[in-house]
């Protein structure tokens, strides 16, 4: 009988905090300026520069703690963890390791069974980014850029709960929500605000023990995540049976290639020298300081989708999308605030948004039109100022560039003519030039009618209201 194997995952996530400005210094934070232009003596690591904390740091990372049910530690330290690498300034790591910020949390998720499960969170602590080497094939040299050196990162250390690729995406998920409804970071794996590392190990269904792990790093997508796990087992598994060792390393995954190669064989804690910063003072958070953070957590998800379903009446559906996204969460509120449509600010953010969402290739969060603008959209319709096919026009030129649909409508001259005179004039012209769907709908075929109201719509520069036009058409036929 083939011998079941059971994987066993635990996560490394990083996550870039949104300050303004970097952890020990008041260089600024904003991804993609010029290489070296966001650097001073502390983030270079120049001899007799002094860092000195960022509160705002300390207090997402508590906020993050709070919001994943961990221990605020009341007195943390700062430890430098040491190593040599060129795109390190100092030679040494400001991070956290004996007295991290949170400790003993966690986060519950929903199992592929229908059930829910509850991923153990060791620990999160604050550290600062590395600096970024660039290759350049071309000259055959590396360039090293510090900008991103001293950016503030928080690293949340999963308990090996995790037991399938499905698992480990959605506690991603739920992290990634939990700190972006916190505006603690925007959580973009494709700008690298969030990255994790994954430790795996295979082991019999029933063992006890775990097996040797190894940890995949260049993770920068849920999709490679999932097929890094889906590589990894396969292999470990594959050394198991042909009887050969799992060594613990960390491994690198080619997501192109579809496969990991070695790195360089795991380090332990002794490897890096930790010691206490001296330069850095110990943080103690006050009863004050925590009360002050508790009632600034915003309401979550889950009490989201709660009152969503109780206050504004729009499907499931629709509410489980929305709520998906902060950015649009926070869209639809005041969107529906202003014009009190929920439904109809909801069908706007299902359908078109969507659609184009998907056609562009963007994010929610990135989405440029204002809660105002959608708000006079439903307005504009409502009013019957403009039928629906020239409001999927407007919405789509809002959705590029946000512009005022009144006004854009104004300019265009999309305005529905409801001029009754008008029309009736452009719909006798149309009957009288197209006798043979008149007759056939004399003759019963209601499909004409469609013909019809087509050339009406032709004629009119698709400016008339179609209901208005079908009646109207019915009336002189």
């Not at 097996?211 to 097929?227: D, P, Q, V, Y």
Request: proline share 4%.
């Amino acid at each position: 009988m083939a011998t079941e194997y059971e994987t066993v995952i635990g996560l490394e996530v990083h996550v870039e905090l949104a300050t303004k400005t970097k952890i020990f210094c008041g260089c600024s934070t904003a991804f993609g300026a010029e290489p070296n232009t966001q650097t001073c003596p502390v983030c270079t690591g120049m001899p007799g520069s002094l860092p000195v904390l960022n509160r705002q740091v300390l207090e997402y990372a508590i906020a993050v703690g709070l919001a994943t049910n961990c221990e605020i530690t009341r007195y943390a330290k700062f430890d430098r963890k040491n190593y040599f690498y060129p795109d390190n300034p100092q030679n040494y790591q400001i991070s956290q390791l004996y007295l991290p910020i949170c400790r003993n949390g966690g986060v519950e998720i929903e199992t592929e069974e229908g059930g829910v499960k509850i991923v153990g969170i060791h620990e999160i602590h604050m550290e600062e980014d590395a600096g970024k080497l660039i290759h350049d094939d071309w000259e055959d040299c590396s360039l090293v850029d510090y900008n991103r050196s001293g950016v503030p990162l928080i690293e949340i250390v999963s308990e090996p709960d995790m037991r399938s690729a499905e698992e480990v995406i959605a506690y991603l998920e739920k992290l990634r929500l939990l700190i972006q409804y916190l505006g603690a970071s925007d959580c973009k794996l494709q700008e690298g605000s969030m990255r994790a590392d994954v430790n795996l190990s295979v082991r019999e269904v029933g063992a006890k023990e775990f097996g040797t792990r190894t940890e995949m790093k260049n993770l920068n997508s849920f999709k490679a995540i999932a097929r890094a796990i889906e590589g990894e087992t396969q292999r470990q598994i594959d050394l198991i049976e042909s009887g050969e060792k799992v060594v613990q390393e960390t491994r690198r995954w080619d997501d192109v290639k579809g496969e990991s190669y070695a790195m360089r064989s795991k380090e332990d804690a002794q490897d890096y020298r930790y010691f206490p910063d001296p330069d850095l003072v110990p943080v103690a958070v006050s009863d004050e300081m925590l009360d002050e953070i508790r009632a600034k957590q915003p309401e979550f998800r889950t009490e989201k989708m709660k009152r969503y379903k109780e206050e504004f009446d729009i499907p499931d559906y629709d509410i489980e999308i929305i709520t998906g996204s902060k950015h649009m969460a926070d869209l639809f509120e005041a969107a529906t605030a202003l014009c009190g449509q929920p439904k109809k600010v909801s069908n706007w953010l299902m359908g078109e948004t969507l659609r184009l969402m998907k056609e562009r290739e963007i994010e929610a969060e990135d989405l440029r039109f204002s809660p105002e603008n959608l708000a006079k959209l439903v307005a504009l319709t409502d009013s019957k100022a403009i039928n629906s096919s020239v409001a999927k026009e407007v919405f789509e030129a809002m959705f590029e560039e946000n512009v005022d649909p009144e006004k854009y409508v104004e300019e265009k001259g999309l305005k529905t003519v409801n001029d009754e005179g008008a029309l009736r004039g452009v719909i006798e012209k149309v009957i009288a030039e197209n006798p043979r769907s008149v007759e056939d709908y004399h003759n019963g075929k209601e499909k004409a009618i469609g013909f019809l109201v087509g050339q009406t719509m032709k004629a009119m520069k698709g400016k008339a209201d179609p209901a208005m036009v079908n009646q109207m058409l019915k009336e002189l036929l």
